[in-house]
């Protein structure tokens, strides 16, 4: 009797325990406990690289470019999405996985392509406070003196890091609040028409372009999807308690990972979109010579930053605030670098992250922030402070692209690791990719690799130098057969994760 009475309760029981199962599918709290990294990633997606690009996107060609960006979010988010599982799903971040996974003189190589690539950032980091300084000071702070004071943001950092994870994270979150308020309140200034926004972004069409909207297009690309990011995503995720011997728990965690990255990257389109619309509502098709005129009417200071012709207006992050300024007077300006401000406070300090990340899984090197973030930052400035004391803004601007460039040439050593250890099921057991995200990754890594290279192309036989072009073929060889090498282990790991399917 006892024992019937107690099938009875347990049937009666069954029923309520799977409606609350149902009931908590989702759960705020739980995505709370999960929101952090996914916000701190999305700053690689807002730093100023990536407001010049999106400038340049607007007034180059309009708002014709926007699905570019949109889609070229989506596939970073889906990238991301690798990276968080498989620091989930492991334990391990990406460079910890490289480092027991591939042969010594490959991670080294992998190792020091990934450094490149985050000095790289930081240097963009470093030109866009000094253009930021200089335009909140009405030029009184020289490039060169904005460049030097960019050493305070180690300090900075260093005071933010002793908070604690969960108050440093509130902190980005504060800086990507003041992006989306400066450049948002830009966009209410501008006012771009709604309908031809929605066009842009839905719509895939560029009507009339021709090889600077087509670079444009391929830079966009390259601006939102950077090497380094990968990495840092991937040691991110670690810092929740996660237990790893429990499927279900593992698959909860990369649930609400994936729905906090989408979240963060859809803020981060947002506050990029914000940019596009905004110049190429107020900037596309104008020429200089209208520039110049505007500027002479409002009394700006910046008129000579223009030549006095009819060719198509030409802009980056200096001249954007200047024009701003220009058509919409001083709070434009001003509003426009605190932006920039913003964005490149936050990226040197995830460039920190994502470096201390990447030494201590490639070499188990374990070194303070504060050395870790004076040794960034020196490499970073020296070339920067020459250019800028012995140079001018367009030769920040040259390095700029240059920086975009070399961010580009590295993407090949993230993407194609992540896609090669996630489709592994020894390292990810039951969440190795399916056949879907095999093939569809394969072709969206080799899709971006291509464009990315196109673009270097494009950008070195631009420059017209007999030296250049000798030295590019020498290292592109070099490169060349790298590549080759992780596509092949990457292949190895496709094809014998289908076999084992």
């Not at 003041?178 to 450049?183: E, G």
Request: hydrophobic residues 50%; charged residues 15%; aromatic residues 12%.
């Amino acid at each position: 009797r006892v024992g019937k009475n107690e099938e009875k309760q347990k049937r009666e029981i069954a029923p309520k325990l799977l409606k609350n199962q149902k009931k908590k599918i989702f759960s705020f709290r739980k995505l709370w406990a999960f929101t952090g990294p996914g916000f701190l990633m999305s700053i690689a997606f807002l730093d100023p690289g990536n407001i010049e690009s999106d400038l340049d996107s607007g007034a180059i060609a309009g708002f014709q470019l926007l699905w570019v960006l949109l889609w070229s979010t989506v596939i970073g988010l889906l990238l991301q999405r690798l990276a968080a599982r498989l620091g989930v799903v492991t334990g391990m971040d990406l460079a910890e996985v490289c480092k027991r996974e591939y042969p010594c003189v490959p991670r080294t190589i992998l190792w020091l392509m990934i450094e490149v690539a985050i000095i790289g950032s930081d240097m963009q980091e470093v030109i866009g406070t000094a253009i930021a300084f200089n335009l909140l000071s009405a030029g009184r702070i020289p490039l060169w003196g904005g460049v030097i004071i960019t050493i305070g943001d180690t300090l900075i950092f260093l005071c933010c890091d002793k908070w604690g994870l969960r108050k440093l994270e509130a902190f980005f979150g504060f800086l990507i609040t003041v992006m989306a308020v400066t450049f948002g309140y830009e966009y209410v200034t501008v006012a771009p028409n709604q309908a031809e926004v929605l066009k842009g972004m839905f719509v895939p069409y560029c009507r009339g372009c021709g090889s600077a909207e087509l670079e444009q297009a391929i830079g966009i690309v390259g601006a939102v999807i950077m090497p380094h990011n990968i990495y840092l995503h991937s040691a991110l995720v670690k810092s929740r308690q996660i237990d790893r011997a429990n499927n279900r728990e593992v698959k909860e965690a990369n649930k609400y990972f994936f729905i906090e990255a989408s979240i963060a990257l859809f803020v981060s389109f947002l506050i990029n979109l914000f940019v596009v619309a905004v110049f190429a509502e107020a900037f596309y098709g104008k020429t200089n010579m209208q520039v110049v005129s505007i500027c002479n009417e409002s009394g700006s200071s910046y008129a000579g930053l223009f030549p006095y012709n009819n060719e198509t207006l030409e802009v980056d992050i200096y001249k954007g605030g200047a024009v701003l300024g220009c058509y919409f007077g001083p709070a434009a300006l001003y509003i426009w670098a605190i932006g920039i401000l913003a964005a490149g406070q936050s990226s040197t300090m995830t460039g920190t992250y994502a470096g201390q990340f990447v030494m201590d899984g490639f070499l188990n090197l374990r070194c303070s922030r504060f050395a870790r973030v004076l040794l960034t930052r020196s490499i970073a400035i020296v070339p920067t402070l020459l250019v800028a004391f012995f140079q001018d803004l367009k030769d920040l601007t040259v390095m700029n692209d240059l920086l975009n460039a070399l961010q580009s040439i590295q993407l090949p050593f993230a993407l194609l690791p992540i896609l090669t250890f996630t489709s592994l099921t020894r390292v990810m057991h039951d969440f190795a990719n399916g056949l879907v995200w095999k093939i569809g990754g394969a072709l969206t890594i080799l899709g971006i690799c291509v464009i990315n290279i196109y673009f270097v192309v494009v950008y070195v036989t631009g420059l017209n130098s007999i030296v250049v072009y000798v030295i590019s073929a020498l290292l592109s060889i070099a490169y060349v057969i790298f590549v080759i090498y992780l596509a092949w282990k990457c292949w190895i790991a496709l094809r014998a994760s289908c076999l084992h399917v």
